[in-house]
């Protein structure tokens, strides 16, 4: 065979190999972004089928709008329009931007009646906000998600909310506690900083109603003195709006993972499950202990 033809066959096979390579190290790249193994670690879904990788900040903010609706007692609905409308919004930041004077989660503006802006940048009342306009819809929940979340917003692109839909949906189900051991955060940094009980129990307090009032104590014994003032356990059997005490104890233990970071929490059981902070990779995984009809929530000490 002449030399020429040999030469160009070593060449594309050269650069058949390099593009191998290529395109391997590039699906690479990508999913360890996905997953947190470089860069600032990620929380994530795994539900139905589907996976979706979260900041903390987006995480914690889709625990207390889905939080905010279960005081209420709104369907699940409810929490997909306001988790697709917060994606398209704001990306489930709380921004201090935006178009004019909008700010926060659902880009509200004071100047149109939705509050102060220091309220406004408040998630919670944000979110109570977002759903005082939502339960005036007639029908909202039957409605196709773009025109029950236009009907709160009047925005300029209401089309847009339609592409987050699938992601709310995840979203919904897994922090409503449907499925369960689906839901994961790295939790805060080991540097030492203590967090606080008393902020934690008033904080599920405050996004979860006044109900959460008889539901949240002190751990009480066991564990030592140190050990039962830093742990908050929570009842799965207080009243609430959908589902039973498991999907009630998935739907709490969900949001103390959510807001780990925030809040400093390092440990969260529920049944024969834990998650533990600065375990992404593994999530949550049995136990031999059971905490029984209630969510227990260690916090940094």
């Known amino acids: 065979m002449p030399l020429p033809v040999l030469a160009s066959r070593a060449r594309r096979t050269r650069a058949a190999i390099a593009c191998a390579v290529l395109l391997a190290l590039v699906g690479y790249v990508a999913v360890h972004i996905a997953t947190g193994g470089w860069g600032p670690p990620r929380c994530f879904v795994r539900a139905e089928g589907e996976y979706l990788a979260l900041t903390p900040e987006q995480a914690g903010n889709a625990a207390t709008i889905e939080a905010v609706a279960a005081s209420r007692g709104l369907p699940e609905r409810a929490v997909t329009i306001a988790l697709a409308t917060a994606l398209q919004e704001s990306g ?84 409503t506690g449907r499925s369960a051991a689906a839901f994961s955060c790295p939790g805060p940094p080991d540097d030492g900083v203590p967090g606080d009980p008393a902020r934690v129990r008033a904080e599920l307090k405050r996004e979860f109603g006044a109900e959460m009032a008889a539901a949240v104590r002190p751990a009480g014994q066991g564990g030592g003195r140190a050990a039962a003032t830093h742990t908050v356990r929570v009842s799965t059997g207080a009243p609430r709006a959908r589902g039973g005490a498991e999907r009630n104890g998935w739907e709490l233990a969900y949001w103390a993972v959510a807001h780990s970071d925030e809040l400093r929490i390092e440990r969260v059981s529920y049944g024969n499950h834990v998650w533990i902070a600065g375990n992404l990779r593994a999530g949550w995984h049995t136990t031999d202990e059971d905490s029984g009809p209630e969510v227990r929530i260690a916090i940094a000490r």
């Open 92 to 175: 489930l930041r709380n921004i201090r931007h935006g178009d004019r004077d909008s700010l926060g989660l659902f880009q509200q503006r004071p100047s149109q009646g939705w509050g102060t802006a220091r309220q406004i940048q408040d998630p919670v009342y944000a979110t109570g906000r977002f759903y005082d306009h939502l339960v005036k819809v007639p029908g909202y929940s039957r409605l196709p998600l773009t025109v029950a979340a236009q009907r709160v917003q009047y925005s300029g692109y209401p089309q847009a909310y339609a592409k987050h839909e699938t992601e709310a949906v995840v979203l919904t189900g897994a922090l």
